[in-house]
């Protein structure tokens, strides 16, 4: 256990959750404190979550533990906002490891990169416009391909707009 440790109340759950600085969840809803077993995801298993209770009839909440963690440690979350892990590891729910960040700039930075930001690209923005310069001279699809490394779908696809649409020639 890291002596540097700092526990918050869960957000909603106080006296009955505490949440730490380390990402992990504690309980005082029997005699004994326990810490919670984070569950996989099932919408996405590198994230985590846990299951707490409260209310009369007792209600089940499932919540991310990335969530818990920001709201307590990062403030509350402002509407259109999502927790964004900074080194990009779903499963690191330390709070230095998280921030606040717009939905729409964490889906276009983060979730979907796109062109040389993408782990698979494979072509360069300079080579992009020399094909859309090419094409636009009339070079076929599959010259094309063959030149780059690519197929004649990749072209047909610079062509029609579909990738690399922001790329001028």
């Known amino acids: 256990m890291n002596t540097s440790e700092i526990w918050k109340e869960v957000v909603g759950f106080e006296g009955r959750y505490e949440v730490s600085s380390e990402g992990r969840v504690k309980s005082y809803c029997r005699k004994e404190p326990r ?80 062109g040389e930001k993408h782990h698979k690209h494979k072509l360069s923005v300079e080579q992009v416009r020399q094909i859309k310069s090419d094409l636009s001279a009339g070079v076929s699809l599959s010259i094309l391909g063959a030149m780059y490394g690519v197929t004649k779908e990749n072209i047909s696809a610079i062509k029609r707009g579909v990738t690399w649409s922001w790329v001028l020639s």
């Not at 846990?50 to 499932?62: F, M, Q």
């Not at 991310?64 to 307590?72: D, G, N, P, Q, Y």
Request: proline content about 5%; charged content about 30%.
């Open 35 to 114: 810490i919670l077993v984070q569950i996989k995801c099932s919408w996405r298993k590198e994230y985590r979550k846990v299951k707490l209770v409260r209310g009369s009839p007792i209600k089940v909440y499932t919540r991310t533990v990335h969530s818990l963690v920001a709201e307590a440690f990062l403030g509350a979350r402002k509407p259109g906002w999502v927790v964004h892990h900074k080194n990009r590891r779903p499963w690191d729910n330390r709070f230095r490891n998280l921030k606040w960040m717009g939905r729409l700039q964490h889906h276009k930075t983060f979730i979907f990169p796109r």
